[in-house]
């Protein structure tokens, strides 16, 4: 089976979710990947895969969005790169899949270079409740460039969870055109030479982008308030975005509780930050969205951390029924507290959350995730 992927972001966690994907499916499958020159998976693609430099980068982050920081000439010059799709017709793949979001430039240019004709699948990470999510303007502002767009024909849309499958069925999806193939689990970073640092007992750790949807604000909130029991806890912030003003000011306020490292953290400092957490935070609010399978929860389970969420989509199956952390309310600072010293405080919870989360890990291999996939590519064909 010949495969072509294609890797239309450039900075974040899609450009890792992609190689970890061609990695797994190259041990079974010939592989092509077209990439932008330069992503945060540049070493992660394994020598099994044929990796063709064929994007120029765009800087459209979800932070740059939130933030309005993004050159808007660069970009469109960027964009513009993709007429770089036509490539395609030169592998004459058997399946074409963009596991990165199929953004609306790329639809415009796989339409216009007829990629269709190939059985095209494409992977949506988040799923809004509605089509136009209004809470969420720079989500709605790619729905609305998306919806001028000419449609082009798509032989699956695969989602991470069973309840991001309900909604897009709730926006007139059909059953047929969707497949439900849960996140693998980073393990990748573990390979790189990090110092690996003793455990922190009452240090907690928050990755990934800062966004309003992610809910640091309520963290920010809870750590002062677990500060009242645990006067030595600290919280390890480590992502691009900017800082809420209210986040800022607790920081600001309460700093002997918070390191921040308000920057994209490389692949190889990722291990030493999670060897120090004693527990990883996700205190996520929905703001519209269906959040999937986490990056960052992905990174937590493959360094079998323990970890306490939010309790809005899979995360309550994902962490709490499989026994490797707690969930509460969003935007609830004092339920987050109390879950937070209630695991830092009992080594013995959080030594079975750390069984159990490593366990996870192991559910959500990238071999197992690649067959999920290799099946699907398959039974596309069968059905042509």
Same mark, same amino acid.
């Given at each position: ?31 092509t ?72 430039y ?21 799923v ?9 303007p ?10 001028l ?5 798509l ?49 907690l ?39 809420? +003003? @209210?986040? &800022?000011r607790? %920081?600001?306020?309460?700093? #002997? ?5 308000? *920057? $994209?953290?490389? /692949? ?41 969420t ?23 600072? +004092? @339920?987050? &507290?109390?879950? %937070?010293?209630?695991?830092? #405080? ?5 030594? *079975? $959350?750390?069984? /159990? ?13 690649g ?14």
């Amino acid at each position: 089976m010949e495969l072509v992927y294609l890797v239309t972001q450039n900075t974040g966690g899609f450009p890792h979710y992609a190689a970890e994907l061609a990695n797994a499916t190259a041990r079974h499958a010939d592989v092509t990947v077209l990439k932008p020159t330069e992503t945060t998976a540049d070493d992660v693609f394994s020598e099994d895969v044929r990796v063709i430099d064929a994007f120029e980068p765009i800087s459209l982050s979800l932070p740059d969005l939130y933030d309005y920081e993004f050159n808007v000439r660069e970009n469109l010059r960027a964009m513009w790169s993709y007429r770089s799709l036509e490539r395609v017709h030169d592998i004459d793949p058997d399946i074409v899949h963009d596991p990165t979001g199929f953004f609306p430039y790329v639809k415009f240019f796989a339409g216009r270079y007829d990629l269709d004709r190939y059985p095209l699948v494409v992977t949506r990470h988040e799923v809004s409740a509605t089509r136009f999510p209004i809470t969420r303007p720079p989500v709605l502002a790619e729905r609305l460039a998306g919806a001028l767009v000419p449609e082009v024909d798509l032989a699956k849309t695969v989602v991470h969870t069973r309840s991001q499958h309900e909604a897009l069925l709730e926006q007139s999806f059909e059953e047929s055109e969707l497949a439900v193939i849960p996140h693998g689990t980073y393990d990748f970073f573990s390979e790189y030479d990090y110092e690996e640092r003793p455990e922190e007992r009452h240090t907690l750790l928050f990755f990934g982008n800062v966004i309003p949807s992610k809910g640091l604000d309520t963290l920010a909130e809870a750590v002062v308030l677990a500060s009242e029991e645990l006067p030595d806890i600290e919280l390890v912030v480590a992502g691009s975005g900017s800082l809420s +003003a @209210r986040t &800022a000011r607790i %920081i600001a306020t309460h700093g #002997e509780h918070f390191e921040v490292h308000n *920057e $994209f953290v490389p /692949n190889d400092r990722v291990g030493e930050l999670f060897s120090r957490a004693a527990l990883a935070v996700m205190p996520y609010h929905s703001e519209g969205g269906m959040k999937g399978h986490s990056g960052a929860l992905a990174t937590a389970f493959s360094f079998a951390t323990p970890v306490v969420t939010s309790s809005i989509g899979d995360f309550p199956r994902l962490v709490e029924r499989s026994g490797s952390g707690l969930v509460v309310p969003p935007k609830n600072a +004092a @339920r987050l &507290a109390n879950a %937070i010293v209630a695991v830092l #405080e009992n080594d013995d919870l959080r030594a *079975e $959350f750390a069984k /159990n989360s490593e366990r996870q890990a192991k559910r959500f291999s990238w071999e197992a995730v690649g067959k999920r996939h290799l099946d699907l590519y398959e039974s596309i064909l069968d059905a042509r």
